[in-house]
């Protein structure tokens, strides 16, 4: 497993996680979900592209299928234990993390119905203030407690028709460190979920952009695959 592959795969990790805290108890009658994906990501103008699959249940377990540019297994739950299989090498590393939690996933908010604050007043943020423009409904949140301590200090929220379409974090020195992007949104069941994300994330001078798509969506009896139970075998070799 290079260190360049696992850079990207943590990168990928965040994406999928770090956008909000919710609870899975709320979806209701969706009992697991499938998709597929394809991530660009630029930096310093090199790009790198991954594509796989993603597995999600209401209980809380994801696992994500990575195809391309190296085949590998990541399986991640709501208590932020992640594991990522190298099926190649038989080798897995292990992550701790409560910022990785799966009750933190693209698919957990918007499928909860609490996209309007995005999980942000359970990631301890409280509106500051909300305003009209034109037709988009903008909350901007702080933490309730101050940490000069967190890297994140307020947040925007801009939600058109009650959909969110985009998102700023900001630093302790109000620069805005962090940007996303949610649009093509599709109607799952009774959820609208945005098919496409787009992320910049701004490290110096520089900046981390990646795009990822949705597609080939399957819900409850139609996603059937090994990945919603996937077991990594026992003599797969530890690499930590």
């Keep these: 497993m290079t260190l360049f592959n696992m850079k990207f795969i943590k990168f990928f990790l965040i994406i999928i996680v770090f956008v909000g805290l919710t609870s899975s108890n709320n979806i209701g009658n969706l009992d697991r979900l499938s998709a597929s994906f394809i991530s660009r990501q630029v930096q310093q103008g090199k790009s790198v592209t991954v594509k796989g699959e993603l597995f999600y249940q209401n209980n809380g377990n994801l696992t994500s299928h990575f195809i391309l540019p190296k085949e590998y297994v990541l399986i991640a739950n709501k208590l932020g234990e992640s594991k990522v299989y190298d099926p190649s090498n038989n080798t897995v590393m292990l992550f701790q993390n409560i910022m990785y939690s799966t009750q933190s996933t693209q698919f957990a908010y918007f499928l909860s119905g609490?996209?309007?604050?995005?999980?942000?007043?359970?990631?301890?943020?409280?509106?500051?203030?909300?305003?009209?423009?034109?037709?988009?409904?903008?909350?901007?949140?702080?933490?309730?407690?101050?940490?000069?301590?967190?890297?994140?200090?307020?947040?925007?929220?801009?939600?058109?028709?009650?959909?969110?379409?985009?998102?700023?974090?900001?630093?302790?020195?109000?620069?805005?460190?962090?940007?996303v992007y949610y649009y093509s949104y599709q109607k799952l069941m009774n959820f609208d979920f945005p098919s496409v994300t787009t992320e910049i994330i701004y490290e110096g001078k520089d900046s981390v952009v990646s795009k990822t798509i949705y597609d080939n969506f399957k819900l409850n009896e139609e996603a059937n695959s090994k990945y919603f139970n996937y077991l990594i075998p026992a003599n797969a070799k530890s690499i930590n």
């Design 114 to 179: 609490k996209k309007n604050d995005m999980g942000l007043s359970n990631f301890g943020y409280i509106q500051e203030r909300t305003f009209f423009e034109g037709n988009l409904f903008i909350s901007e949140w702080k933490l309730k407690k101050q940490d000069p301590k967190s890297q994140i200090q307020k947040v925007k929220l801009v939600l058109d028709q009650q959909k969110p379409i985009y998102m700023d974090y900001k630093d302790k020195t109000g620069k805005v460190i962090r940007k």
